[in-house]
């Protein structure tokens, strides 16, 4: 065994798939104090799902839950996470886990905000290769995705086939039409774009045009 996350990383490649722990999210909640012993969960549709215990010596947060893979035994996992602070320029101090994470015989020690569940530990997305959804996008999803952004903004519903809401109250005509033409414009270069790829994996379907 080489430690956390040695060997082939996790099954799971994203971010988004992943439980995980946000270090911004924990100290305002106080789990990072020094003597805290109290728990972590996570939820759906305000259902739990997942729940883990920790403790803070306010160096180090260990994390003590069980884990299951693969359909195999259910392992009890504690994992020890060290915890630093840097100064912020208007004062105060930020905190930061330092990822322990040993892949391939190397140690990561990055210091993260959050650290994932891609298999046993909670590591950095680094130690798991893990990516992030968008960065999986085609151009015309992303552009789709900001036009959709821009319509919900307006107080209007996503998709192409849904109406531009009217102006909001107290916005100005110049800043609304501005809105309304960037909408127009993300989903025309989008459509054309889905066109554009359609025809190239599907040439015959110029036929029907």
Request: with cysteine; proline share 4%.
């Amino acid at each position: 065994m080489g430690g956390y996350g040695s060997g082939r990383p996790g099954w799971k490649s994203k971010v988004e798939d992943c439980r995980s722990l946000d270090v911004n999210r924990l100290h305002r909640a106080g789990c990072l104090a020094p003597g805290y012993s109290g728990g972590w969960q996570w939820t759906r549709d305000g259902e739990r799902v997942a729940n883990i215990s920790m403790h803070s010596t306010g160096q180090t947060l260990t994390l003590e839950y069980r884990v299951q893979q693969n359909g195999g035994d259910w392992q009890s996992i504690q994992q020890p996470i060290p915890l630093v602070s840097t100064p912020c320029g208007f004062g105060g101090s930020r905190q930061w886990f330092l990822c322990p994470g040993v892949v391939n015989g190397k140690r990561c020690g990055r210091r993260v905000a959050k650290l994932h569940a891609g298999g046993a530990y909670f590591l950095c997305r680094h130690c798991y290769q893990l990516g992030y959804a968008s960065q999986c996008e085609r151009e015309f999803d992303r552009l789709l995705r900001r036009a959709n952004k821009l319509r919900t903004a307006l107080g209007g519903e996503p998709g192409t086939g849904s109406l531009i809401a009217c102006k909001p109250k107290g916005r100005h005509w110049k800043t609304y039409d501005a809105t309304v033409a960037e909408i127009l414009q993300l989903e025309e270069k989008a459509n054309r774009l889905f066109m554009a790829a359609y025809l190239h994996r599907c040439p015959e379907i110029s036929l029907f045009l």
